[in-house]
Each structure stands twice: as C-alpha cells, then as structure tokens.
C-alpha cells in the first residue's frame, strides 16, 4: 500500500454525525447499476483540487511544491485489491477533513439519502453525481478508504483520514512531505475488476476524457482531449459534444441543444453552452451551483460564476474562456467585472436568439425547452429590461382553441385573430380544466373568441405587468368592463333593476357591486373583478403565501337570460317567497365562490343546497304514519 508516510501521534478518532452514518450505510448495502462512477467523483475532487492550487499560484507561489507537476496519478495493486488516487492538488487542512470530509455538507446529500431508500430494485450510481454525495461514492466500493493529503501552505501538516464507513473516521498526522492529496481504496473482495487496469482506463475514457489535467494510470496517460471550446465548429463531433455535455453536466442524458460561440472584439471569449432536456435538479434551490465555468485562457477560475448569465439562464451548462481577465481575478473581480458584464449581455441575446431559431422552426425542441423551463423563463422578465419583447415574444401557453399539451404565444394568437378583434384575452387559472370551466368563458366560446389558458402558477405575476402585446390589450376574462355584445332575451329592463336591487340587498357589503351579464350563457352568475381587484388565481396565490391577505371585493354578475334568474324574477312578486329568493341568492353566490375556489365554510352552502332538493323532491303521497 502507499504507506511512505508514518503516523506521528495516536490516532483521534471522530464519530459520524447521524445522518451521515445513515447515508454511509445505505451507500455501502445498497445494489448498483453504474457503481463505476465513484471513479468519476474522485477524479473529479481531485481535478478541483488542481484548479484551486492553479488558481492560487497565478499571484502567489509560495506554496508546497510550487514545481510540482499539476496531475492526477492512479495506481492499482491486484494483489492487496487497492485503487490509489495521487493528485498534486491543493491539499486538505484537518478542518477540511473534519467539516468537507466528514459531515454531511449539502441539503443535496439528505435528498440523496430519500432517494435511495424509495428505490426497491438497484439504485442507478450515476445520478450520485446531482446529489454531492461525490466522495462518499467510494464506499460502494471500498471497505476502508485512507487519505493522506498535505495541504499548500507552507506551515502545514501531513494528515491522514481513515473509515471503514461505519461509525467512526480516524484522523492522525504524518510526515507527509509532498503537497496533494492520495486516496486509497482497499477495494471490497468482489470489486477487484477496479484494480484492473483496462477496466479503469475505461471508465477514465468514459467519464472523465475532460478533466483539464493529466490522469496517469500506471504511467499512461489516459484522457486526451484538450479544451474542446478552443477548436472550431468544424473539428467538434456530435459525439464529443455529447460526452463533454454529460462531463459538465452531470447528466445521462444528450442536451436538448448546444451553442458555441467564439467572439472577438469589445471583448473577446469563447463559450461552448448547452441547454438540458430536463431541468437540472434542485435548480430552485439556495445552494444550486450554476453550471457554467469559467475560464480565463484555459485556467479555470470559477464554477459557480453567477454573473456570468441572467438567473432565467440557471439551468445553461458549459464553458466560458475569455482573454480578457486579469490575471489576478478573485471571486470578487468575477462578481463586479465589466468584461463579465459584456459577456453577459452578449451571451444572453445570443441564447434568446437560439430560442427564437426554435420557436420558428424546430417546434418540438421549444415545447421541451418551454415545459421544462418556461416558468423559470418567464420569471425572468422582472429583471429583463432589455430584451423584454423578446422574451414576451417567447412566452407560451396553452388555448381555449387547441389540445391539451399544445402551446401557443401571443404573436400566434395575434396571426388568428379576426380583424375586427383588438384584444387579446386571456383567463388565469390553476388547470387547464379549471380555466376551461370558468363560466366568465362562456361568452367567448359561443363567440369562437380565443382565450389564451394561463394555468402556470408564474403566469399570475407576470401578467400584471404586461398589459400590452404590441398594439393589443392583454384583457383578462375576468376583468368587469369587457365591453361585449349586449346579450338578448333577458328580463326587461324594471324587471333586470328590481331583481339587482334584491340581489344587492341579500349580499350586502360582500361584493363591489352586482350588474346583469353580457357574459354568461349557461351559467346563472359569475365573480368577475371588481374596479382595483386582481384576478381570482392571483388571489388564490397572495392567499397561499400570506394567510392574512384579504382579497378584494368581486362584482356578481347576474345572467338575466337564464331560466333559474327569471323564476327569481318572477318569485320576487309573491311577498311568501321571500326566504326562498335569499336563499337562492345566497345559494349562487357561494356557488360562485366554489367555482373559483374560495369558498372558505361550504357547510351553509351544503345545507342550503339539501333543502332545494327537499323542496324540488317534496311528494305529498309520503306520509309519516304507521305501516300496513
Ligand atoms: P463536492 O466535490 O461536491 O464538494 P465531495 O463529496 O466530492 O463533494 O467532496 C467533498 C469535499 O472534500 C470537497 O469539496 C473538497 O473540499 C474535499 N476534497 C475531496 N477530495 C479532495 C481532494 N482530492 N483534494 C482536496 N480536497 C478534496
Ligand atoms: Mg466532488
């Protein structure tokens, strides 16, 4: 085994939190498909260790072993069955051992944990990579894990770390002199095939071709590739496009599209981009890491550079390599530069121009791109002053005139419209049924007027603030002044003014006002906005993230063409019937509520509704007497 170094003092031994000893021992008994990825995750740790002494050594070199070879070494002995990882990394304090290494660091790795424990068949390794749980994916394979790492400051210690991933881990100091990091796998007695030289060689070619240094196995080097964003369009294979996709990404699957871009002039950079099919998991999580990294002339400096695209862009994935940094750029410099700041604006547009060549022609890649990331895109217009047409020009939704699952966008709509149309309508609502239900459609379904169906929970945000589409109003359905067609053969107009009065004295202060209905062609009443109120999806949502948010008075509208009105009409002449029109004024109110989804107490409405049905049930042969 790499055993040069000799421990100094016993050993302290430290136990595992309890969520880890729970993630170690699912690691260690679960069955995998993929289970070679552990490799991936090492190499992977070890390349970040590369880059972060890289880094540092732009602007300081005095570190350990400022000429060591920047690599990453393997070494396999079938005989004691141990894999041995060198790297001449950046190295580990005994605090990284005892907070990187030893705790449970993201909320990812807890995910990880549920995950796993739902799975009944074997557990596919590679999604290891989505979770963080990276190191600790050795354990599939290992019994004992040692590493021995010295960290670049000059006044550091040899350390060495140690678990068999039970309940404890050792960390002790050694002589190391050599800065970096070796990690040895004592391999479990089955997994002897990753000593095997051609079977690592393998995996090194299949995830890990990438890796921006060296990896030497048994002093071949493996991986080969270079830079794949410094060659030409033209030398790139679709291949090697997806490989490096699934490199930066993580992902099994092919990206949905790519963009590559090298540009020189205010600026110059060149960038190799991928778009997911899926979104990325966690993407809405505080601890996300935004996948596109960047360089500065092939030397990585950052993999969370946030700046670097707008936050509607979160799930892009790629590279970024620009000249144009200085030298000595810190975290701090990436988050105020000027140059990232051009590459952003650059970048954004070039993204959105990609979009746009989809919307036109390759519908089936904007549906995906619109179903996966079509809430996150359209969030982004909040912050999107200047590309906001274009992105409005991108929203899509669904229609009253197509199927289910089929989406359209305002330009569309605009193409459909008939001449004559100034507004485009819309109907906001948590469901496709939902919206479709919504009585305030009935006039524009027997009208053949399209209502754009906005069922995702963002639409009600972003709709305040776009209230015109070029020359056309975006109108709500439910919004009171529509000005529609008079709507015939209703109560004459006594009749209609009476019937209001009735209504308005029997609801009283619960809504704005009551007025008959140009709208309504099967229902008898509908809720529609009052005169500074919001519509009813976006009161729902207020409503879900502030329980005291009281929402805004309504107008009923009242359908004076309809049977059940004109009975009330008719009823509101016998002075006898007085209970009963209350009631049936109460009875659609809340009936209305219901259908909009804010009826707090059902339970009057319940009892209200079972005595209509005793009443329209009432036979007078039923007698309570005795029977014969
Ligand atoms: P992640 O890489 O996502 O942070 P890992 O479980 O793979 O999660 O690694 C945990 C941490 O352990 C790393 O962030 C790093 O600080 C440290 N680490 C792991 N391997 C090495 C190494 N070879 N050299 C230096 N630090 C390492
Ligand atoms: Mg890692």
Known sequence: ???????????????????????????????????????????????????????????????????????????????????????????????????RIGTVASSGTLEFVQELKKQDGPVDASMIGQFGVGFYSAFMVADTITIDTRHADQDSTGLRWTSDGGASFSIEETDRTERGTTITLHLKEDKGEFAEEWRVKSIIRKYSNFVDFPVFVEDERVNTVDALWHKSKSEITDEQLTEFYKFVSNDMEEPLGHLQLSLEGVVSFKALLFIPKKA???????????????????????????????????????????????????????????????????????????????????????ATFSKEFGPLFKSGIQFEFEHRDQMIDLFRFGSSIKESG??????????????????????????????????????????????LLMTEPVDAFIMPSIPKYKDYDLVSIESSDLKLDKKKGGLKKGETKKLIARFKDVLGDRVEDVRASDRLVDSAVTLVTGSSGMDAQMERMMKMMDESFAGSKKVLEVNTAHPLVKNLSVLGEQAEADGRISDAIEQLYEGALLLEGSLENPADFVRRMTAFMEQSTATPEYSTGDED
Request: charged share 30%; aromatic share 8%; proline share 3%.
């Open 280 to 366: 990325p998991r966690g993407m809405f999580q505080d601890d996300y890491k935004y996948g596109v990294h960047l360089y500065s002339t092939k030397v990585f400096i950052q993999d969370d550079a946030k700046n670097l695209l707008p936050e509607w862009c979160r799930f892009v994935k790629g590279v970024v390599d620009t000249e144009d940094l200085p030298l000595n750029v810190s975290r701090e410099v990436t988050q105020n530069s000027p140059v990232l700041a051009k590459i952003r604006k650059i970048l954004t547009s070039k993204i959105l121009g990609m979009l746009e060549s989809w919307a036109e022609s390759e519908a089936e890649k904007f």
């Open 1 to 99: 085994m790499a055993d040069e170094t000799t421990p100094q003092a016993a050993p302290e031994v430290h136990e595992f939190k309890a969520e880890m000893k729970q993630l170690l021992h699912l690691i260690i008994h679960s069955l995998y498909t993929h289970e070679e990825i552990f490799l991936r995750e090492l190499i992977s740790n070890a390349s970040d260790a590369l880059n972060k002494i890289r880094f540092r050594m732009l602007t300081d070199r005095d570190v350990v072993d400022a000429d060591a070879e920047q690599r990453i070494t393997i070494k396999l002995d079938k005989n004691e069955n141990t894999l041995t990882l060198t790297d001449t990394g950046v190295g580990m304090t005994k605090d990284d051992l005892l907070k």
């Open 406 to 451: 089929e989406w359209t966008g305002f330009g569309a709509y605009a193409d459909r419209m008939p001449s004559d149309q100034e507004k485009i309508y819309y109907v906001l609502a948590d469901g496709r049924d939902a919206a479709l239900r919504n009585p305030n459609m009935e006039y524009f379904r027997a009208n053949d007027i399209e209502v």
